[in-house]
């Protein structure tokens, strides 16, 4: 089936750690995503790629790092110079182009700081 | 910079209430307008509005896109517990990445 595997569920972090989200996509889309869901603050654009090999920073991506080597993978890094961390990640997908078309979301990664 | 607001943030009803969900913004260019349901972990994807689609329904859920007054409402009728989720509402200008609203978290008792 196609779609979007995030991995892990649930991460645990140790201050000063880095640690790194997984996300794998099969649906042959070009554009990937990051966001970070906090209570009451709905999703908010952590990086983005349109293409691989490239990538832009969204609206809050200091303390985060990706890379984008294949088509199918855009794992995101969460450093240790993030200082609130702890929060619900998804990661998105989608053909960006002429044609309107909706993002296909991942389960999501918890995120929390021990 | 560009926004979009919902309300309410938080609503609560009993089943076989109606609901009605808005969701307003203030972009450039605007080329559409999303909506998606949050159950526990991945946004799912309801609905597309755009200038040349503005008005869609599935089974009990329809939206409405009124570009005049830079809105969209999501009407969910006779409501059931399986509907409680969270709501996010996003929006996509010409050349611009989604830009999501905070979400409406509807809760649906017995």
């Known amino acids: 089936d196609g779609g979007i595997t995030q991995s892990p569920k649930y991460l645990f972090r140790k201050e000063g750690q880095n640690v790194t989200l997984s996300c794998e996509q099969n649906?042959?889309?070009?554009?990937m995503y990051w966001y970070r869901q906090d209570p009451g603050q709905g999703l908010r654009l952590i990086y983005y790629?349109?293409?691989?090999?490239?990538?832009q920073k969204g609206d809050i991506a200091e303390g985060y790092s990706v890379s984008r080597e294949k088509k199918e993978s855009f794992p995101l890094t969460v450093t240790s110079a993030q200082k609130n961390p702890t929060a619900f990640y998804l990661c998105?997908?989608?053909?960006?182009?002429?044609?309107?078309?909706?993002?296909?979301f991942g389960q999501g990664t918890r995120l929390t700081v021990v | 910079e560009d926004k979009v607001v919902q309300s309410p943030l938080s609503l609560v009803v009993h089943e076989g209430d109606t609901v009605t969900l808005n969701c307003s913004y203030e972009?450039?260019?605007?080329?559409?307008l999303l909506w998606y349901k949050q159950e526990k972990k991945a946004p799912t994807f309801l609905f597309m509005l755009?200038?040349?689609?503005i008005e869609k329904k599935s089974g009990r859920l329809s939206s409405i896109l009124d570009k005049k007054e830079l809105s969209s409402i999501l009407n969910i009728t006779a409501t059931q517990t399986g509907d409680s989720a969270i709501y996010l509402c996003a929006v996509e200008a010409l050349g611009q990445n989604f830009v999501f609203g905070p979400g409406t978290r509807l809760s649906v008792l017995p």
């Open positions: 649906l042959n889309h070009d554009a």
């Open positions: 790629s349109q293409i691989v090999n490239d990538f």
């Open positions: 972009v450039t260019n605007f080329r559409s």
């Open positions: 998105a997908s989608r053909t960006p182009g002429q044609t309107n078309t909706e993002a296909f």
């Open positions: 755009t200038s040349s689609g």
